[in-house]
Structures are given as C-alpha cells and as structure tokens.
C-alpha cells in the first residue's frame, strides 16, 4: 500500500513509564497514508491507536519513556524534530478532531476567540476580522446556522454534537495535509453520530488532504475508510483495502471483530467484550502471538510471534494461518 | 462581554445577593447589640469606670442608646445610619460619620495597594513555579510561602519597621504623611503595603501554581497545543484565565483577613485609618464609635465579596449561568 | 500509628512534626526549662542582649525572654486547644442538630454562622471584646464564638450526606433511635475532616490570640502571652530587638509547626480535602 506516502511510520514502539514498570503502548507499528486517503485505524481501548494520533502531533504524555522508530510526513522525520518546528507544524500541516467535543473545548473562552487562535500559526498574516468571517464561513459549511451567534457563545452553550462540528470546523480551518480525527463520535449518541459521519464523509469530497480515522467501530471505518488498519496491543494485525480486507478478513481478531459488528443485538459498547478475555499486560507482554490467549484458532506455533504476511496485494496479516 | 448585563437571570441573581448582603449587616449589629444584653456589667459604666454617678451614667445610657429595647436600638442605629449619620462619639462628642470619613480612604488605599502588589507577584510567580516545576524559584516558593503565610503579619510589619526604619532610616517610622503630598504619602505607604502583603503573594503564588498545573493537564489545552499555539499563548492566555478564577474566590476571604490586618498595620506604623480608629475606640469601649466603624469595616467586607462573585462569574461563563439560573451560588 | 508514618514520609511533615513537638514539650515541661521565673524582675540586667545568664536576653524590666517565652507557650498552646475543643463540641453539636432539625430551627442555627462569619476574624474577635472585655477567659469565649461556624458548616454538611447512606435506613428499620445512630454512625463518621479542620484551625486561633494580646485586648499581664511579649519589644524596639524577636520567633515557629503539620496530617488521613482552598 506503500504508493506515494504522505506520512510513513515505521518501526515505530513507544512506552510510558508508570509505577508498575514500562508499559509498552506501541510495538514496531508500520503505517503509510497515502495522499487523500482515507486511513482507518481500528481496535479495542488500550490497543494503542490513540497513542499513535498522539505521537504524530508530537503530543505523547510526560511519562513518555521510549519512543523509537521513525514517523516521516513528506520524507521529514517528525520525531527528529525541534519542539518550535513540531509547534509549526501543528494546526498547519496536521490538525486533529479530539474524542470527547465535551472537554476538548476551553470551557472560558467563546468559540470565535478558540476559532481564531487555531487559525493563526495557517494563515498569520490575517487579522481577527477576516479570520473571524472563515470561521463563520466554515460554520455554516460543517452545518452550523446562525454563526455570528455560536461564535459569540462559550462552549457550555452548545450541545455535544455542535461541539464536534465546531471542533471539526476548527481542523478544517487549518486546512491540513494530514487530519486525525480520534473517535470523533463516540462521546456523541447514535442519532448525533450518524449526523457527524454524514458531515465528514460530505467534506471528504472536497477535502484535499489525507485522513486517519480512529475509531473503535468497524462500521463507520467500512464506512469512511480507503484502507484500515486493525491494532490490538500496541501492534497492527491486519491491513489492507477496507473492500478485501472486510470481504477476506484473515486475522482472528479482524474476524471476531466482525462477527461482533454484525450481530445486532449487542450494544455499541459491548461489541468487544464478546470476544472472551482481556487484553494482555502491555508491561509484561506475553511471548509468541499477543492475541494467542484469547484466538479460538490458537495451535503450537502460536508461541512464536507472527510477522506481517501478505494475504492479499496490499492486505497483510499477522498470523500463522495465513 | 455583552451578555453579562442583559442577562435579567443575573441581574436577579444581583439582586438577591445584594438583599442577603443587607441581612447579614443588620444582622451583623444585632449581634453586638444582643451581645450587649447577654454579657454581664453595663457598658455605660464600663466606659465611665467605677466611679462615675448614676445620673452621669444614666446619660449616657441614653446617648449610646442603651436604654431601648434590642429592635429599637437596631433599627433606630440604621434608620440613622441610612441618613449618614454613625452616631456621635460619646466621649469627644464628634459625629462618627466624619472620624469615619476622614480615616476611610487611608485603609482603603493601604488595601487595595496590598491587595495589588500581592497580586501583581504571586500570579506571575506561581505561572513561573507551575511552568518550571523544580525549578529553583519553584523551590524557593514551596518553602517561603508556606512560612510567609505561617508569619503573622504583625511579626512582619514590626520586623519591616526594626530593619527599613530604625536601622536603616530608609523609610519613615510613623504615620501616612503629609496630607497633600503624594510622594512622602507613596513613601509612608510602602512598608504598611508590603508587611500586608507579604503572606499573601505567597499564598497566591502557591495557589496559582497548582491551579494552573491542573488546568494545564486539561484535554482543552492540549487542543490549544494541537493547533500549533505558541506556549506562551497557551499558558498565558488559554490556562491563565481559569487557573485565576481560585484565586479569585479567595480575594473575598483575603479582603477580610486585609481588614483585620489593616488594624495591626496601622496600629504599628501609626497611620490614621479605620483599623487605628476602631483599635482605640475599644481600648477605651467607645461603644458607638466601634458600633460605626464596625458596621462600616462589615459593609467593606460583603461589598467587597459581592464584587468577587461577580468577578468571578465574569471570568468563569458557566458560573455566569449557573448564577443566573439559580439563587444558591454559595458552593464553590 | 499508621497516620503518623504518613505524616513523617514527606519532608514539611516531618518539619511541621519536629517543630510542635519542641512547641508543645516546652510549653509542658516550662518549669523544668525555664532558667528564671517568668516574672522575674531584673533591672540592672534591662533589655540585655543574649548572655549565659539570659539566653535570649532580656525584657525592659529585665525579665528573662527565653523563661518568659516558654510560659508564654503555655498561654497560647493552651488556649489554642481550648478554643478549637470548645468550637469543635459546640460546632458538632449545632451542625448535627441543624442537619436533624426542623426547616425553620435550622435556618436559624445557619443564620447565625452566617452572620458570624459576615466579620473579618479580628474584627468580630476585636468587636466581641469591645462588649466583654479582655482578660484570658473572656479570650476563650469571644474566639471560640469566632470559630464556632467553621466546624457548625462542615458538621452539618457531613451529617447530610451521611444521612442519606443505605446503611442508616437499614438501622433505621431496625428500630435504632436516633440518638443511637447520631453516636455509633453519624458521629464516626464525620470525625476525620473535623479533625482535619481542627488541626488546621490551632495556628490560626494562635496568631489570633497573640494578636489579640498584642493589640491590649486580649492576655492581660502580667501573664506572659507571646503577643504582650511582642507589643513590650514592640515599644522598646529602639534599644533592643530581642525582645521582638524571641516573642516572634516562638510565634512563628508555633504556627508554622502546627501549619505544617496540620497539612500534613490532612494529606493523610484525606488526600481529598487538598483541593479546597
């Protein structure tokens, strides 16, 4: 899938440092988003997804202990990077669409003035007049009537899911070659969620830049995606073309994963507890494949750790099955 | 800013925080005045001593009004009060009004000037200990302020005094200065101001400090930081604002503690000011001279907490709404 | 014991723990330590810088600052105590009734401490003794009235919730009587933050008395109060800083030991109380 990769990660590993020992959040990630693609990135809570969005801001927590390996956007390694170059980077090249519009919003400052600070490292040479009226422009364009009022208003007055249009607004303000948007809907309730996927698939046709996806939910990414790819405890399993890979889906985990979507009558946040067991200790990471414990395919070779394996063009998976 | 007066919600809200402010007042001195009643011995003949006659002493009962029942004496004291008139020094046989009057503006440029240097370096401080934690300045911070707030202020104004005055002559011992001259003024103001201030620019700069270290783990500056903002911006402006709002609740309880250290101050540094005035009038229990100065030192005190509710539903747009929805704004 | 261990584990604890300790150990065994009577007077030796027989020199009657700074311990531990134990009783008792009594007895009782705590605390303490007058007994009823609110608001507040937990409903329908509940469940439970507050309330109540004494009002001499202590140097001060600074300094060190330690203590026995200001 590697065909002129806007961003490259490879071989990336990251962990934290917590009182327990080093937790190994990512281990030897391998990623390409082609330009104006449109890259999933799936997996249960803890599977590291949110950390690799993190990681390509440059925005790791504090108890970041390790990370190596190489993130490139354009050829430029982005971890090589001085913090003023990242800082200019951020809001110019790459924007991001947080999880929860809740919290992710200042809760003191009135949408027009957090509007117009997120506008400034783009466009430096304009005043708060004419940022103020893209904003207002870009209001309506992501389903937001009476702008001049909500750019008046503080975040409190607004609901969950004008929220999240505000915040994707704001990422669209930046016009970004890369933008991340972690689980945008999953703080949102189902009918707001299908309103906020309408709108970015809505952008995605005139949108020029490339976009990761991060969601828990095979669904939407089958529904949004170029390509996916499936982590599962800090390692990518499976990916591919979103058609083949949720047509041929080879690792076990990819398929329990399905399964769970297609059975309707789970609840959203149940879909992964279907598949029996927890997620393995990420500080003490088990030898040998990291989804043995829980694969019902699981035979002796399970014990030595899988590699990549081309299943199909582009489509890769990390079993011994295949 | 404009929804803040349009808001009749708020306006309401002023409302009814302005009617509990009167409450408290009056109850304020029905409480010294009940007091009177309860405690043993007159007060009339505690403030002329043992040796005075009944007669005397039954005039004067008349004149601090010793003679009504409780009700009375409070609301006539108020309906007076409400027409600009404290009452009439027993002893001198001045109006309280005017001895009031004349020692006001001193307290209150000797409060608001302790109030802005402390201030004006315990947010810059506590933004440069949260910025740099560990840092030396951090450390210093954690370990003076904890013990500038320990230090009475009284230790430090007659430590001030000993050293900048009495040793070192660089500043006047005593008074506010010459009426009319601005600059010896400023000059005996200075040490009054930093003996009030000094306990609560550490005070301030530790809570700063960890307000400001929360706020800026906060989900919402982190979105600031994803957008590439500089972070100067995003501490200065995006985590200054709420980490101030702490410090803000705070101001009301401090601007009663400045009250009461106002009274030490003045008394040390011998300035003419509402703390001096209602000090001596108790040495000698001028009874309707602390009653005037009291009600007024009270007024200061709600007025001043009124105004720090609405500073902080100013900065604060849901404690605005909050307010402005329902009337018990108390816990904050 | 455990509790202690905690408090030990962080440095200004340990500080806060060393410095009551040696506060409260001289104010006890101040007979034992003290060099002089506290009274006595020796005027030859007047406002004498330290020496081997005035450690800390002396006062202007040439009394000995470092005997009369260990009595004056006493003074101000003790009434600090006093105080915060008569509050702590009378403010349980109000907080709890309000929390049990009808609407209108405990609009009342919340009046009261809201008017009370309308006043600057030296204001209403310096008020209070504009009526009753100075002198040490009257000191320990005008503060404690001053600080009754303060342990009456958070009483009341825990009582509420705890009022409301499962486990009194059930010994309610058991037949328990509220006296019963109010001393084995209610009672327990809101001891910890009183504690707390408690604890945190001795330096305040400290620096109040000594400024109270201090300002005329309060200690009266020839008992020896750390704040008439401070006001004798005070006057004297331009021939000797002695006196100032053994009063000060035992001052300070008092209440920044008991500031300290009440800190601490509060880290341990309620990580959750810190946020509040």
């Known amino acids: 899938m590697t065909r002129d990769a806007l961003v490259e990660i490879r071989s990336l590993s990251i962990d934290f440092a917590t009182g327990r020992g080093a937790v190994h959040a990512l281990r030897d990630v391998n990623l390409s988003v082609g330009r104006r693609r449109i890259v999933g990135l799936v997996g249960e809570s803890g599977s590291g997804k949110s950390t690799l969005a993190l990681a390509l801001l440059g925005l790791l927590p504090e108890n970041t202990s390790k990370v190596t390996g190489n993130i490139e956007l354009e050829g430029k390694n982005l971890l090589a990077l001085k913090p003023e170059q990242l800082e200019h980077l951020r809001g110019r090249r790459i924007a991001m669409i947080f999880q929860d519009p809740m919290t992710a919003l200042n809760p003191v400052f009135t949408i027009g003035t957090q509007l117009v600070d997120a506008q400034r490292n783009r466009h430096p040479d304009l005043g708060r007049k004419e940022l103020l009226s893209r904003a207002a422009a870009m209001l309506i364009r992501v389903g937001i009537s009476d702008p001049e009022t909500r750019l008046a208003a503080y975040p409190h007055q607004l609901s969950g899911g004008m929220r999240q249009r505000v915040m994707i607004a704001m990422a669209l303000l930046c016009e970004p070659d890369v933008l991340i948007a972690d689980e945008p809907t999953t703080a949102l309730d189902v009918t707001i969620e299908a309103q906020i996927v309408d709108l970015i698939k809505d952008i995605q046709a005139e949108f020029s830049g490339s976009i990761i996806f991060v969601s828990h939910s095979l669904g939407l990414i089958s529904e949004l995606c170029d390509e996916v790819a499936v982590m599962y405890a800090g390692k990518v399993v499976e990916s591919g073309p979103t058609r083949g890979l949720f047509a041929h889906p080879s690792h076990p985990y990819t398929q329990a994963l399905l399964a769970c979507e297609i059975d309707p009558d789970t609840e959203p946040g149940e879909r992964l507890v279907t598949i029996k067991g927890g997620l393995p200790d990420l500080v003490d990471v088990p030898s040998g494949c990291i989804f043995a414990d829980r694969c019902p395919a699981r035979f002796e070779k399970c014990s030595q750790e899988p590699a990549l394996r081309e299943v199909a063009p582009g489509h890769d998976a990390a079993c011994w099955l295949v | 800013m404009n929804g803040f007066w349009s808001k009749g919600s708020l306006a309401r809200y002023g409302a009814s925080r302005l009617a509990t402010a009167v409450l408290v007042l009056v109850g304020s001195i029905a409480l010294l005045c009940s007091l009177t009643l309860i405690v043993p011995g007159d007060p009339a003949r505690i403030l002329l001593g043992a040796r005075a006659t009944p007669e005397l002493v039954e005039t004067f009962r008349q004149q601090m009004g010793l003679n009504l029942p409780l009700y009375e004496r409070v609301f006539v004291f108020f309906k007076h009060a409400l027409q600009g008139d404290l009452g009439t020094d027993v002893i001198s046989g001045r109006s309280v009004t005017d001895m009031v009057l004349a020692a006001l503006p001193n307290t209150i440029l000797l409060a608001v000037s302790a109030i802005g240097l402390a201030v004006l370096l315990g947010i810059p401080i506590g933004c440069y200990a949260a910025v740099r934690p560990g840092s030396l300045l951090d450390q210093v911070l954690a370990v003076f302020s904890v013990s500038l707030v320990a230090t009475p202020s009284y230790v430090v104004a007659i430590l001030l005094l000993y050293f900048f005055s009495v040793r070192l002559g660089w500043f006047p011992v005593l008074g506010a200065g010459e009426p009319g001259h601005v600059l010896d003024q400023l000059h005996h103001l200075i040490l009054p101001t930093i003996a009030l201030a000094v306990g609560w620019i550490g005070y301030i700069a530790r809570l700063v400090r960890s307000s400001l270290l929360e706020v800026l783990s906060e989900p919402y500056i982190r979105t600031a930081r994803a957008y590439g903002q500089p972070e100067r911006r995003v501490v200065m402006k995006y985590a200054l604002k709420l980490a101030c709002i702490p410090t803000v609740a705070i101001l009301g309880v401090g601007i009663g503690e400045l009250m009461g250290g106002a009274v030490f101050v003045e008394v040390i540094f011998n300035r003419p000011g509402l703390g001096s005035l209602v000090f001596d009038a108790i040495r000698v229990r001028n009874y309707p001279v602390v009653q005037g100065c009291i009600l007024i030192i009270v007024a200061i005190f709600v007025l001043a907490n009124l105004l720090v509710d609405f500073a902080y539903a100013w900065l604060d747009p849901r404690v605005r709404e909050a307010l402005g929805r329902t009337r018990s704004g108390g816990g904050v | 014991?455990?509790?202690?261990?905690?408090?030990?584990?962080?440095?200004?604890?340990?500080?806060?723990?060393?410095?009551?300790?040696?506060?409260?150990?001289?104010?006890?065994?101040?007979?034992?330590?003290?060099?002089?009577?506290?009274?006595?007077?020796?005027?030859?030796?007047?406002?004498?810088?330290?020496?081997?027989?005035?450690?800390?020199?002396?006062?202007?009657?040439?009394?000995?600052?470092?005997?009369?700074?260990?009595?004056?311990?006493?003074?101000?531990?003790?009434?600090?105590?006093?105080?915060?134990?008569?509050?702590?009783?009378?403010?349980?008792?109000?907080?709890?009734?309000?929390?049990?009594?009808?609407?209108?007895?405990?609009?009342?009782?919340?009046?009261?401490?809201?008017?009370?705590?309308?006043?600057?605390?030296?204001?209403?303490?310096?008020?209070?003794?504009?009526?009753?007058?100075?002198?040490?007994?009257?000191?320990?009823?005008?503060?404690?009235?001053?600080?009754?609110?303060?342990?009456?608001?958070?009483?009341?507040?825990?009582?509420?919730?705890?009022?409301?937990?499962?486990?009194?409903?059930?010994?309610?329908?058991?037949?328990?009587?509220?006296?019963?509940?109010?001393?084995?469940?209610?009672?327990?439970?809101?001891?910890?933050?009183?504690?707390?507050?408690?604890?945190?309330?001795?330096?305040?109540?400290?620096?109040?008395?000594?400024?109270?004494?201090?300002?005329?009002?309060?200690?009266?001499?020839?008992?020896?109060s750390w704040g008439s202590m401070l006001f004798d140097g005070f006057t004297y001060i331009g021939q000797s800083v002695w006196p100032v600074l053994v009063a000060g300094g035992m001052l300070t060190l008092a209440t920044l030991g008991f500031t300290l330690f009440g800190e601490a203590l509060r880290d341990a026995i309620d990580p959750k109380l810190r946020r509040e200001p």
Do not use: C
């Not at chain 3, 600052?65 to 006493?74: A, K, M, P, V």
């Not at chain 3, 604890?199 to 009266?220: D, Q, Y």
């Open chain 3, 1 to 224: 014991m455990d509790i202690l261990r905690r408090i030990w584990r962080s440095p200004s604890g340990r500080i806060g723990l060393i410095a009551t300790l040696l506060v409260v150990i001289g104010g006890l065994a101040a007979p034992l330590l003290a060099t002089h009577m506290p009274n006595q007077i020796d005027v030859a030796a007047r406002l004498s810088p330290p020496s081997a027989t005035h450690w800390l020199g002396t006062d202007q009657l040439g009394r000995d600052l470092f005997s009369r700074g260990l009595y004056g311990t006493r003074v101000a531990v003790g009434v600090a105590l006093a105080v915060t134990a008569i509050a702590l009783v009378i403010g349980i008792l109000l907080g709890v009734a309000a929390a049990y009594a009808p609407a209108p007895i405990e609009r009342i009782i919340l009046a009261v401490f809201d008017i009370i705590s309308a006043y600057p605390t030296l204001i209403l303490a310096l008020a209070l003794v504009a009526v009753l007058g100075p002198g040490l007994q009257n000191i320990i009823i005008l503060v404690t009235i001053v600080f009754v609110p303060r342990f009456g608001r958070i009483a009341r507040a825990q009582t509420l919730t705890i009022k409301e937990q499962p486990f009194l409903e059930a010994e309610r329908a058991l037949g328990a009587s509220g006296g019963r509940i109010m001393l084995f469940h209610v009672l327990p439970n809101i001891v910890g933050p009183i504690v707390v507050l408690a604890s945190m309330n001795i330096p305040v109540v400290i620096t109040l008395e000594a400024g109270l004494s201090f300002l005329g009002v309060g200690i009266r001499p020839p008992l020896a």
